[in-house]
Structures are given as C-alpha cells and as structure tokens.
C-alpha cells in the first residue's frame, strides 16, 4: 500500500517495519494460536482469523501489544509517553484510533508528538490529548 494511504493501523505496521518486526505477521499469528481472546465485535463478526486485517483493527492491536508487550497506565501527565510508545484513542461513539509516539517535540507544547492517521494520510502532530485515551502500550518486538 502507498505510504500516503491508508488508516492508523497502517502507520503502526510501517513503523514497526521500519525497525525490522513483522507487526502484521506477528498480530495474525497470536491470533491463530489465541482466536479466543481477541474482540470479535459486532462491526466485523470474525469468526477466524483473517491474514489480510487482522492487523488493521484497533482493538486487535490493543489485545495484542497488552499480551506481547507491555500495558501502561493512563495519565494526564505528557511526560510519561515516550518516543516508540503506542496511544489508543475513543473518537466518540467507541470509534477507535492509534498512533504512535515520535521523538520530536512541538514548538507550542513541548510534548512529544504523535504520527497517527485519520483520514487525511499520515500526519505528525501534537494530539496526545485531543481524544480520550484509551490505552498505552509498549511493544519492543518479539521475544527472542
């Protein structure tokens, strides 16, 4: 897929690609060893996993980085989300998003910024708290 397109999840996959982990590959295989503990929601009724977009649902990736990385707490405090950091957002009405924690700061804040996507192809802004956090998340890579 073309790096200006796509939805959130995909910056997260090309992130982690960028560093060498295969996100997709790893998400649907957890999936397969553990169908049982991934959301299968209303929206998308799985009933098996699904190679092609299992990687690109929020809440699987949020199942996902709190099994095989580590879950952090939630703060109001910007200082506690670092570069390489993944935040999960509610939009509204359970419309979820992710983005991904970067290592530079804006000029106006001085928090760190976040690259995410939501509609309007990949952007790096300052956004840590324009929606409601729902998660926040590390995830390093595989387990050797």
């Not at 959130?8 to 049982?36: A, P």
């Not at 809440?59 to 405090?77: H, I, Q, T, Y």
């Not at 690259?115 to 995830?139: A, C, S």
């Amino acid at each position: 897929m073309p790096a200006d397109t796509g939805v959130c999840t995909d910056e997260i996959i090309r992130s982690y690609r960028r560093v060498g982990v295969g996100l997709q590959k790893e998400v649907h295989e957890d999936m397969v060893r553990n169908f049982g503990v991934y959301p299968r929601s209303w929206r998308w009724l799985l009933s098996r996993p699904d190679t092609n977009i299992d990687h690109r649902r929020v809440p699987n990736l949020m199942v996902f980085f709190a099994r095989k990385g580590e879950s952090l707490p939630l703060s109001s405090r910007p200082d506690e989300y670092t570069p390489g950091d993944l935040v999960t957002w509610d939009l509204g009405g359970g419309v979820p998003h992710i983005g991904i924690v970067v290592d530079q700061k804006s000029e106006k804040s001085r928090r760190y910024m976040l690259v995410h996507n939501i509609g309007q192809g990949p952007r790096m802004e300052d956004v840590l708290f324009n929606w409601k956090v729902t998660g926040h998340y590390r995830y390093f890579g595989p387990a050797l």
